[in-house]
């Protein structure tokens, strides 16, 4: 008889002990609120639409420091997309050719992703009519 009425009594206190854990560390966890309040060191700039247009291909050209691609027409005055081909870009810039050269074969247009800024520009693209690539989808 004793050992019957002993497992309630056991199960109570693990039921008991787990109902007291639970508020234990809802207690103690940290707020969300707490957690967002946390500010950057330095401002963080946020693009949700890589800038991009339709390029008809005119010129590809492949140079000792970066490739490029000349459009017809271009997005404003903006007519040339490059990319550097140093050897830490090479793998990005080959991607880029294989795309880009695909589309001028068949005569398909491309969608160029592109960097508004000219800091960002591979050597010698002209800041005035030249962005650097960021990315290149064939176009159907």
């Not at 890589?50 to 390029?55: A, K």
């Amino acid at each position: 008889m004793f050992h019957k009425t002993r497992i309630p009594w056991i199960l109570s206190i693990i039921l008991a002990g787990l109902v007291a854990s639970t508020f234990l560390f809802t207690a103690i966890r940290v707020p969300p609120t707490k957690a967002l309040a946390v500010q950057p060191s330095h401002p963080v700039e946020i693009q949700l639409m890589p800038t991009n247009f339709s390029c008809t291909i005119a010129e590809i050209a492949i140079w000792r420091d970066r490739i490029h691609v000349r459009c017809d027409p271009g997005d404003g005055t903006i007519n040339y997309f490059a990319a550097p081909a140093d050897s830490g870009n090479m793998v990005n810039t080959n991607r880029y050719l294989i795309i880009i050269n695909t589309a001028f074969a068949i005569s398909k247009p491309v969608r160029i992703f592109y960097s508004l800024d000219t800091n960002e520009n591979p050597p010698n693209c002209n800041p005035i009519n030249c962005r650097l690539i960021t990315g290149v989808m064939l176009e159907k």
